[in-house]
Structure formats: structure tokens, C-alpha cells
């Protein structure tokens, strides 16, 4: 399998027990502000370095056994109480999962980070001076590095 579509699939493992923990939010209010804050963490994956989505996946799985611990505490046990029960354990599985596979995902694109060689400019050529400013490199820049 290769890494992105692991990462993909490891993405989309992680929506469904956030979905499920959703759904519930008719249940209690606090299930909707963890399962925001678990899929903000989600997408946060997307862009973070492997170190980085570790953590994010840790904290998914706290999120996690906080929905669990939110729902073993509710004075009533009803259908979408039992609804977030089952998707914040699969949401702490799943998390633990992903945590094992992020060495596996592909690396993130240098696409926010700096290219630029300190003291190399690009100015000279047209087609360097293109590459340089796909890379994020500012032409307004008169210092030419920060």
C-alpha cells in the first residue's frame, strides 16, 4: 500500500467515530464540541510533520475516552448516549491505529517552508526567479533572506 493512500485511508478511519460522536451532539452538547475539536485536529494532521501528528494523534485519542468519560457520567442513559459511548472507544482505537502508521505517511510538502540559499538570488534567470517564487520566496524582499 503506499503512503498516501494509507494516510488517506487513516484520515477517513478517524471520520467515522468523529461522524458517529456527531451525531450524538443531540444527546449533550459537550459530544459536538469534542468531535469539532477532534476533527480540527484531524485536518491539522494534514499539514503537520510526523513528530508533530504523534502528538495530534494522542490527543485524538484523549478526545476520545472525553467523550467516553462525558457519557459514563450523564445522569440518563439513552440511545445517542450509548451512540457517543461506541464512537468515542472506536475513536481511541482508530487513534491508536493511525498513531502506529504516521512513519508510514508521506512527508509534507515544502510548500510553506523556505528555499531560499542564503545569498543566492534568483533575479538573474526568468525561470529561476518563477521557481523561486513557487517556492515561496518574496521578489520584494531587498534583503533576500530574513
Do not use: H, K
Request: charged share 15%.
Amino acid at each position: 500500500m503506499t503512503p498516501s493512500r494509507l494516510r488517506l485511508i487513516a484520515l477517513l478511519a478517524l471520520a467515522v467515530p468523529i461522524v458517529v460522536t456527531a451525531i450524538a451532539a443531540g444527546s449533550n452538547a459537550a459530544f459536538g464540541a469534542l468531535a469539532l475539536a477532534a476533527a480540527a485536529a484531524v485536518l491539522a494532521m494534514l499539514l503537520a510533520g510526523p513528530a508533530f501528528r504523534a502528538i495530534l494523534a494522542v490527543l485524538i485519542a484523549l478526545l476520545g475516552a472525553c467523550v467516553v468519560a462525558v457519557a459514563v457520567f450523564l445522569p440518563e442513559l439513552d440511545a445517542l448516549t450509548v451512540v457517543a459511548i461506541v464512537g468515542g472507544a472506536l475513536q481511541v482505537l482508530v487513534a491508536a491505529w493511525v498513531a502506529t502508521t504516521i512513519r508510514s505517511w508521506p512527508a509534507t510538502g515544502a510548500r510553506y517552508s523556505r528555499s531560499r540559499v542564503e545569498g543566492e538570488r534568483a533575479s538573474d534567470d526568468p525561470a529561476r526567479s518563477w521557481d523561486a517564487l513557487s517556492a515561496g520566496d518574496d521578489p520584494t524582499d531587498p534583503a533576500g533572506v530574513e
